[in-house]
RNA sequence: GGUCCCAUCGUCUAGCGGCCUAGGACGCUGGCCUCUCACGCCGGAGACACGGGUUCGAUUCCCGUUGGGACCA
């Protein structure tokens, strides 16, 4: 069997789309499971839209979960010769030919045969052509097959049959001198043998003329396989009103690439009844042939729920330098003045159990990290009562002295005063809880305690006593 | 409008003629655990779009209908 060769090839307009991000990790998955090549190219062809930056978002994106590729990015503008001259053939060969017609003549023609009731197909006017037209520039035709049809044969979808009537000579060099799409990428997957071309549904409809276009060409097509879209919750296209749709934008949310890497992989492909997977399990695992055909809705809490488990699963240390990174960019913590790394692991590790999100995981650690607690007026109106202010003060006063100032001994701390005044546990945990942190939600009041440190906790606790006053 | 694709719980999916009174996961929900919230554990509700065939037997094969999507303009 020949080398698997395949490609990703975004157009470089935007961001980097969770629709072809989910493209290029099967593409990446095909790849590396068949220990193949995997060749990032850039559609750039459409000038008035593309941008540098859009190529540096997309790359980034890409480096981010983790998806390297082998060759590239090759930047189609940087191939225009080669286009060209492939035109240049086609048109020798009498493949292709010029066509002198107007955008306005065109339109107006096809609205013609459509009242007629005729298929709004190009009338190869200018096929019969001898000389050319003055004073026009000529965009190239190619001459496709009228008769007969032409089959796909998609890996995912099976045999998929097109009339070769419906298809008309499409522009494969525009006027302008720029090449179409459709040729563009026939061109390139020749020129870079790609044996598989691995792309998303909306692609179908062109790919008997770029099957044409191959034949033409005098090169055996590649395998095709069409993967289903990706829709959102009302089931159309998912774009960007449907919230966040961009890489970067899951970066920024606190999602882990882990866990986009692992929520993409089961939208439209599955192994039995697995859910979670690591990366050398996907890549030994995936398949075509386990890659479904129905369009798939995108469901943000379930990524939700495989964030939470990688952040579980994730290395502490790691998970610390990312927090600290979140603090650095809203300006909590300076630069030169990062807490100690052995003592934000410890942070960390308390949070993560009840951290869906990196975000969440910030909040959270803002009354560890900051001088000042923001009050929740209702938490501090249920629990901060006269009655519990005493007791209040008496833990202050054996927490000052307690050695080590530890989870194990300051719940023996907790024990004994509520042992000695006859109250439930919850009773003095909670108002500390409020006390400490603000609110009425935290992790487990000993381990908040002991990480806090004893000079906050007692100056907290003091200042909820005098609050109480 | 034309062409093409698709159709199992709300969502992601398993199922490739009998193992299915349809399995798993997210979400929802009842309970347990418990210093709060989570986590975790145990339980529950919840789907084969419809109609014809084929077959001894259809979720599974074929046809049609309906519904959705994409592409071309």
């Avoid at 035109?87 to 339109?107: G, I, M, N, T, W």
């Amino acid at each position: 069997m020949s080398t698997v060769r395949v490609r990703f090839a975004p157009s470089p307009t935007g961001a980097l789309h969770i629709g072809g991000v989910r493209t290029a990790l099967f593409n990446w998955l095909f790849a590396r499971h068949h220990q193949g090549t995997f060749v990032l190219r850039v559609e750039d062809t459409d000038k008035t839209r593309s941008t540098d930056e859009s190529i540096r978002i997309i790359l980034d994106g890409m480096k981010w979960l983790g998806m390297d590729w082998d060759e590239g990015p090759f930047r189609q503008t940087e191939r225009m010769d080669i286009y060209r001259s492939h035109v240049e053939r086609l048109l020798k060969e009498k493949k292709a030919y010029y066509c002198y017609c107007s955008p306005e003549e065109l339109d107006f023609r096809r609205k013609e045969a459509m009242a007629a009731g005729r298929p709004p197909k190009y009338d190869r006017k200018c096929l019969s052509l001898t000389a050319p037209v003055e004073g026009r520039t000529p965009a190239v035709r190619f001459l496709s097959q009228d008769d007969g049809e032409t089959i796909v044969r998609d890996l995912i979808r099976g045999a998929v049959t097109f009339e070769n009537k419906q298809l008309d000579d499409l522009i494969i060099l525009r006027s302008d001198g720029l090449p179409t799409y459709n040729f563009a990428v026939v061109v390139d997957d020749v020129t870079m043998h790609i044996t598989h071309v691995i792309r998303g549904d909306d692609h179908l409809n062109n790919t008997p003329r770029q099957i044409q276009l191959y034949q033409a060409l005098g090169h055996e097509p590649p395998a095709f396989a069409h993967l289903p879209m990706i829709l959102g919750p009302d089931k159309t296209k998912l774009s960007k009103r449907h919230g966040a749709t961009a890489v970067t934008e899951y970066a920024d949310l606190g999602y882990l690439p882990e866990a986009l890497v692992n929520y993409l992989a089961r939208l439209g492909w599955s192994s039995g009844d697995q859910e979670i997977f690591s990366r050398d399990e996907l890549i030994a695992k995936f398949s075509l042939d386990n890659v479904g055909k129905a369009p798939a809705v995108f469901n943000p809490e379930k990524l939700v729920w495989l964030n939470h488990h990688y952040i579980q699963q994730a290395d502490p240390a790691r998970l610390a330098g990312l927090l600290l990174d979140l603090l650095r960019k809203d300006g909590v913590v300076q630069a030169g003045k990062e807490p100690e790394g052995a003592w934000m692991q410890k942070l960390v590790s308390i949070l993560t159990e009840r951290s869906h999100t990196l975000l969440e995981m910030k909040t959270s650690s803002l009354p560890f990290i900051q001088d000042d607690i923001t009050m929740d007026e209702k938490a501090k109106a249920k629990h901060l009562t006269p009655e519990v202010a005493p007791m209040l003060s008496e833990l202050a006063a054996s927490l000052r002295t307690l050695e080590p100032f530890t989870h194990d001994a300051v719940e023996k701390t907790f024990n004994d005063l509520v042992n000695a005044r006859g109250v439930k546990l919850g009773k003095l945990a909670q108002p500390v809880r409020v006390a400490l942190t603000g609110g009425t939600v935290s992790p487990g009041i000993y381990d908040v305690i002991e990480v806090m440190g004893r000079d906050k906790v007692l100056k907290r606790i003091e200042a909820a006593v005098g609050m109480i006053g």
